[in-house]
């Protein structure tokens, strides 16, 4: 029995008219022989969780900088939180549960070190040849520069969702916008849980106009949150939230920015990030011979010497591109051999 065939029925008998049922994929840019056992959304999935651009997540900062203490969270532990999230309104809403992980996990992997501090300053340095953005690189990672340049050879689904999970995008799928919707439930919350731990935020300055309507707690807003996006959703061809959530969502969001995003002791080490990566794309892009590995590949091959630069340092970790700076501009002290 092939079992592969038996879960695409499945879809089919149990899932949501408005899934994407596995059996209706659009397919991959090169054709592959399907498995025997995984849908093609389960493969896809498979192939984000082995990829080297997701074990690299780990230590890739969300917001606070190289945090000493061990519960601030990275760029790996919201990716997962957003697969939670997005895993559990696409199975209340009968979605295709396979599809909706696979974006998730693979959502940020195009993510610079630093956080928004690195991608601004990616974005900036390069300008002039289009600038940077975080959910193109994702795209660039799967499609380009996984496997030695080959890249995952993933599904239009999942692909079309990696690149539209940002607010300025419109998924096609469904299940691509419940990830972009969970994406913003994540970050809003754990980072009010990360700047109340780095003693930027107590509880009660959360106004209250938000805490009425989400909860006083991390658990509470999620599922608060949740239980919106399910009740308000259900039966329909679109992901919506009641107007009185989404309008808390939405100020907390704007009072994160306001009072950590964008506060002083944030920005103070933020300001440090961004040169950094300045000068090391400014430092790669003059001198592309230093590159190593499959970015020397991608030269080779006539890839423009910006773009494997914004390459090179995207896929860094935080540590990595510490390193890197102090090797290059950091004088070391001399020693007699």
Known sequence: MELRKMQEEQEVQYLSPFATKSKDSKGRERKEEDCEVRTVFQRDRDRILHAKAFRRMKHKTQVFLS???????????HTLEVSQIARSISRALSLNEDLTEAIALGHDLGHTPFGHAGERSLDHACKIHGGFAHNEQSLRVVECLEKDGLGLNLTWE?????LGHRTSCNPMTMEGKVVQLSDKIAYTNHDVDDAIRAGLLSRSDIPK?????????QSQRIGV?????????????????????????????????????????????????????????????????????????????GTPTWRVACDYIACMTDRFAVSKFSELFIPKGWEKV
């Not at 106009?209 to 707690?217: A, I, K, P, Q």
């Open 209 to 217: 106009e938000f805490t009425d309507v989400l909860g006083y707690s």
């Open 67 to 77: 945090p000493e203490g061990d519960h601030y969270r990275t760029r790996l532990t």
């Open 158 to 162: 999942v692909c079309d969702g990696i």
């Open 225 to 301: 949150m949740i239980r919106d996006v399910i009740e308000n959703s259900y039966g329909k061809p679109e992901i919506l939230m009641s107007d009185d959530v989404r309008g808390s969502l939405q100020g907390l969001r704007k009072f994160m920015f306001r009072e950590v995003y964008n506060s002083e002791t944030v920005g103070r080490e933020q300001k440090k990030a961004e040169d950094m990566i300045e000068k090391l794309y400014a430092h790669y892009e003059a001198h592309p011979e230093m590159m190593e590995g499959e970015f020397r590949i991608l030269l080779e091959n």
